[in-house]
């Protein structure tokens, strides 16, 4: 979270305090009284794991993971599954837990009567995502390495990495709210995740595609989340990875500042 | 502590605060007197850096509230028109969260929020949750949080609005406390009561505009007489009855049920109504309020 505060009092942002962290110990009290939320972030990533990975791999057998190096399903699909955790919960959380926050508790409104600025709320809530998404993709891994689907070390990375998909997911997601209206515009969302979900080279290679289409593919995020992701966890990283870094960095720098100009323009006018 | 000048709020072409020009003191109460759409939140909201004037100059505390938004905020507690408890979480976790938004350490606001508690009256319900509170306990919890950064400047907006009369004069105990510690109050209401109870000096305000200034009592004095006699006839329009009445009072005031006449000595004058022959159904004669004062200068009631 102090990398994200550095970042953000570096740049010509709207006005904070650099009490972002207050915000995220009010989230954790919050938490504790509807902790219930948790177990679905927890189970679902794990869910798709076993019945895509393991049920349908026992059909699929192994699969070329690029580099002429084959691997089982299961060890192919878990990064995709824990990429698009990482992304689902920031989404979640930046959109439906903060537009309740937004519109209907009203929490802001009291947030800004305090030394806290628009900064701290963007930067608050975003680290709270993350912290979250970080218990999340711990269990998962844990439990990823235990069913033998981690290939290496490397996947150590993976938390970083998957933390990095939720700023950049829950940047974005963060603006995005601050523009909808009522609950039934939250469709639009659904209607750009599932695709995303099902297409980014989640479930089977790139190489699936026609090269017509690759580059569509290839500008998505989560393509870029899964493809670190994958090489993370079986081991197979090069520099080329650094371009995926950079992508979900930007956008996520992007979303942030966005995210706090949009907050500044809503509440305090 | 405030000092404002041609301060200007305009919300696209609509101009709800009107170059107003205002000064507060350190130490005193200051009121903002006027009805719905006076333009008071507006001013309260400039007041407390969450809305950037669109016009004049606004210092806070020496600041500009532009530029040292934090700094100034530190300093003040806010208490809105609406409360925006946290009903997520607990009454004592509020005071707790709120504090630590002000960069309080942990020890300090765990025995800061024991002390507000105490003060609000809320220390058995402290574990509960919010909402079930009632609208009296809300507002204190409300007034208990602004509390909890010990603020140099206090900023109630509409403080009392839609409490029983009972929770009205426990909060106003409150207010009187705090102002006997110290604490600057600046306050907005549409109750002229609530306005001659606790304010040192206040401003009336009326379509964004400052309409008068001073103490409670020199506005009275110097907009209203003394006393005042209402008077009620078995009519719909009472407007008839006025003419019948020229020359008994100062001044004559129509309202739809009743009508109003401005004298020094209430009872005289309610002798000579009936000398006239005139049989009202009610007559009461008392002494002047701001309500009178804000229906002379602008020709409307304030709580309609
Ligand atoms: N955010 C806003 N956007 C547009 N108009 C507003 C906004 N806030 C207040 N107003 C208008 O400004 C006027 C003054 O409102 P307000 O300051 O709330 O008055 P008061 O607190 O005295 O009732 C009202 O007519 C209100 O509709
Ligand atoms: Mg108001």
Redesign the pocket.
Do not use: Y
């Given at each position: 979270m102090s990398a994200v505060g550095t970042i953000a009092r570096a740049l010509p942002v709207p006005a904070g305090a650099g009490l972002a962290r207050t915000l995220v110990e009010r989230n954790a009290r919050a938490f504790r009284h509807g902790w219930v939320t948790l177990v679905s972030g927890l189970f679902e990533p794990l869910f798709y794991l076993f019945s895509l990975g393991v049920g349908l791999g026992a059909l699929i057998g192994d699969i070329d993971a690029g580099g002429g190096r084959t691997v089982e399903y299961a060890a192919y699909v878990a990064p995709a599954m824990m990429a698009a955790a990482a992304m689902n919960g920031a989404v979640f959380d930046s959109t439906f837990n903060l537009f309740f926050k937004l519109k209907y508790a009203k929490l802001y409104d009291s947030v800004l009567a305090t030394p806290l600025g628009p900064r701290d709320v963007a930067v608050g809530e975003i680290t709270w995502a993350l912290l979250r998404g970080l218990l999340y993709s711990t269990t998962f891994l844990a439990v990823a390495a235990a069913a033998g689907v981690v290939h290496s070390w490397w996947a150590v990375l993976a938390l970083p990495a998957a933390s990095l998909i939720g700023l950049a997911f829950a940047a974005v997601g963060m603006t995005v709210t601050t523009y909808l209206r009522s609950w039934q515009d939250f469709d639009y969302i659904q209607l750009a995740l599932l695709p995303m979900f099902l297409f980014s080279a989640t479930f089977y290679p790139l190489s699936t595609y026609d090269e017509s289409v690759r580059w569509l593919v290839q500008a998505t995020p989560l393509y870029h989340g899964v493809a670190m992701m994958r090489d993370l966890m079986l081991g197979d990283v090069s520099w080329g990875i650094l371009a995926h870094v950079a992508y979900l960095s930007v956008m996520g720098v992007l979303g942030l500042l966005f995210a706090a100009r949009r907050i500044e323009r809503l509440l305090l006018? | 502590m405030i000092s404002a000048h041609r301060l200007t709020?305009r919300?696209?072409g609509?101009t709800?605060?009107d170059a107003i020009d205002v000064e507060v003191r350190r130490g005193e109460a200051f009121g903002?007197l006027?009805?719905?759409?006076?333009?008071?939140?507006?001013?309260?909201?400039m007041i407390g850096c969450v809305s950037p004037p669109t016009d004049g100059s606004l210092r806070i505390l020496g600041l500009d509230p532009a530029k040292d938004g934090p700094a100034i905020r530190a300093r003040l507690g806010v208490v809105p028109?609406r409360d925006t408890l946290d009903e997520e979480l607990t009454v004592r976790e509020n005071l707790l969260v709120y504090g630590r938004y002000f960069g309080l350490s942990r020890a300090h606001v765990r025995a800061k929020a024991d002390e507000l508690l105490e003060f609000a009256q809320l220390t058995e319900r402290a574990n509960s949750v919010v909402e079930p509170l009632s609208g009296g306990m809300k507002r204190r919890l409300t007034i208990a949080r602004s509390l909890v950064n010990d603020p140099e400047l206090l900023l109630l907006?509409?403080p009392t609005t839609g409490l029983d009369p009972q929770a009205r004069h426990v909060l106003w105990d409150r207010l009187f406390r705090l102002k006997r510690s110290g604490v600057t109050l600046v306050l907005?209401t549409?109750y002229m009561d609530e306005a001659e109870q606790l304010c040192d000096r206040l401003v009336v305000?009326d379509g964004?505009r400052i309409v008068a200034e001073g103490s409670p009592r020199e506005l009275i004095a110097l907009h209203s007489t003394r006393e005042v006699l209402e008077l009620r006839f078995a009519a719909d329009d009472h407007a008839p009855y006025a003419t019948k009445l020229t020359g008994l009072a100062q001044r004559v005031e129509v309202l739809p049920d009743r009508l109003l006449l401005y004298t020094d000595d209430g009872d005289a004058t309610a002798a000579a109504v009936a000398r006239r022959g005139l049989e009202p159904l009610s007559v009461l004669a008392r002494r002047s309020t701001l309500e009178d004062v804000f229906l002379h200068l602008t020709g409307r009631t304030l709580v309609d």
């Open positions: 006018r | 709020k919300f696209g609509f709800a605060v903002f006027g009805p719905n759409g006076a333009g008071k939140s507006s001013t309260m909201r028109q907006d509409e907005t549409h305000m964004g």
